[in-house]
């Protein structure tokens, strides 16, 4: 769409206003932008991962290679790796520049997977959280992956006279029951940030895969962390209704020691009303807004987050939405639907301002009589119209040049399309559509001759009963 057109207003606008339109490729689970903004991947429950083109909503690729639900999606920063985490025990590693053999990678893992989240500088590696089990670091730079396993008890702070490894019973048993429901690297990757069942956020050096910091914001279980673009903000759900965000220390890099960290909460988000569930956050590109999907309600809503107050609440279809993400460049957000599966879009109307076209054009509200000028209808020459065309064609216009994206590197890889998608079986619900000049061809009935022969061919009744009316 020209930007001459638009009007500016609307494009200053941070946050979208009403549903846009919707995306449909079976039963999608979970959804994720990446880095660009122009793809956006989509995670179903027969385990295919779906990618969209975001500018014409159309199918980009299918990636098979799971066989029950997704769970979460990661992408590489250039957008070239895609990491799907699976209820199968699965983790694969899809190289997008690559078809067919030698475009993944997969790992195995002994329960099945909450989370997995790509290294931000090294797509070799990435962290997962499994269910009921420790969480694993993971190298798959060689042949064969080196799993590192890590820790979920939190390190505590030492008691008054006591050495340092001590502890007693009751932290040691309250300890063995910690599990890490949610991992993600911070903006650097030199450190691992987790939550646990038990509300500890804990935060572990990659290097020497050692716990440094545990602080516990909540007595709730930790379903969800998620990181700014910026990588200095972090917000966590939590499963006691109430969304936190806080501040990511500007000196948790390698090396610092665990006593100099400090995660404090800067704001708490909430329905103090209705005290509503969140069943998923995340934070627009700028980090500037955060929005969340309601348990058993079909509203979003957005709050900013340096203030902590309410700005916007969307209306949506009528069913409880769970995955939400936001574009990373755009006023756009997505959500998936529980009960359809589907995808729905949330953007911004922008209506297109013709007076942009011409410096005399006015818009108007109603019809008003025209007065034409005195010389508007003259007859000029084709010598003078030929002149003025080859003008305005000496006009130089760039339409080669693309504008690089937010978060975009120099020189960036993109996707190559593939056209020969093939269709399965759980695309949709739906009957396919019909094309111009068809009819819908209704299921065949058995006839009456064909339901007696069937009857005589089976056992006989048919004859049978035939004979006894004809001697009745």
Request: net charge negative; aromatic share 8%; with cysteine.
């Amino acid at each position: 769409m020209n930007l001459s057109l638009l009007d500016p207003f609307t494009l200053a606008q941070d946050y979208p206003e009403s549903l846009s339109s919707e995306l449909r490729s079976g039963h999608s689970t979970c959804v994720r932008f990446n880095r660009k903004g122009d793809l956006i991947a989509s995670g179903r429950l027969d385990g295919t991962v779906v990618l969209f083109d975001v500018e014409t909503n159309g199918l980009a690729r299918y990636l098979r290679g799971h066989v029950r639900g997704i769970q979460s999606l990661s992408w590489s920063q250039d957008g070239i790796f895609l990491a799907s985490a699976s209820q199968d025990f699965k983790v694969i590693i899809w190289d997008l520049s690559k078809q067919g053999e030698g475009a993944s990678r997969t790992i195995r893992f002994p329960a099945p997977v909450y989370c997995a989240e790509l290294h931000p500088k090294n797509s070799n590696i990435f962290v997962c959280a499994l269910f009921e089990d420790s969480p694993y670091l993971v190298d798959i730079s060689g042949d064969a992956p080196k799993k590192y396993q890590l820790t979920s008890a939190p390190k505590r702070p030492l008691q008054p006279g006591a050495e340092e490894g001590e502890i007693d019973e009751k932290r040691a048993a309250a300890d063995a029951k910690q599990m890490t429901t949610a991992a993600v690297f911070t903006a650097t990757g030199d450190h691992i940030i987790t939550g646990s069942n038990k509300g500890w956020v804990n935060v572990i050096s990659t290097t020497t895969k050692e716990m440094i910091y545990s602080a516990r914001i909540t007595t709730g279980c930790i379903t969800y962390i998620r990181l700014t673009m910026s990588g200095r903000n972090m917000v966590v759900n939590a499963n006691d209704r109430v969304l936190r965000s806080i501040n990511i220390p500007d000196n948790l890099k390698e090396g610092v020691d665990g006593n100099d960290i400090g995660l404090i909460v800067e704001h708490k988000f909430q329905d103090v009303v209705n005290r509503l569930l969140w069943n998923h956050c995340t934070f627009s590109g700028n980090g500037e807004y955060l929005t969340a999907t309601t348990f058993k309600n079909h509203d979003i809503y957005i709050w900013e987050r340096s203030t902590g107050v309410l700005a916007k609440i969307l209306e949506g279809p009528k069913e409880e939405l769970g995955t939400v993400e936001w574009h990373p460049t755009r006023p756009l957000i997505a959500a998936t639907g529980l009960e359809s599966g589907k995808i729905f879009i949330w953007a911004t109307s922008n209506p297109q301002r013709w007076s942009a076209l011409a410096p005399d054009f006015r818009e108007l509200e109603e019809n008003i009589e025209y007065q034409e000028r005195e010389d508007e209808f003259d007859i000029h020459l084709k010598s003078d119209l030929t002149k003025r065309k080859l003008h305005q064609e000496n006009e130089i216009v760039d339409a080669v040049t693309i504008e690089r994206a937010r978060g975009e590197v120099e020189d960036g890889w993109n996707m190559p399309v593939v056209l020969d998608l093939e269709d399965t079986e759980s695309e949709s619900d739906s009957p396919p559509p019909l094309g111009p000049g068809e009819r819908k061809r209704k299921s065949p009935v058995p006839s009456k001759a064909n339901g007696n022969n069937a009857g005589a061919n089976g056992n006989g009744t048919g004859s049978t009963r035939s004979k006894r009316r004809r001697a009745d």
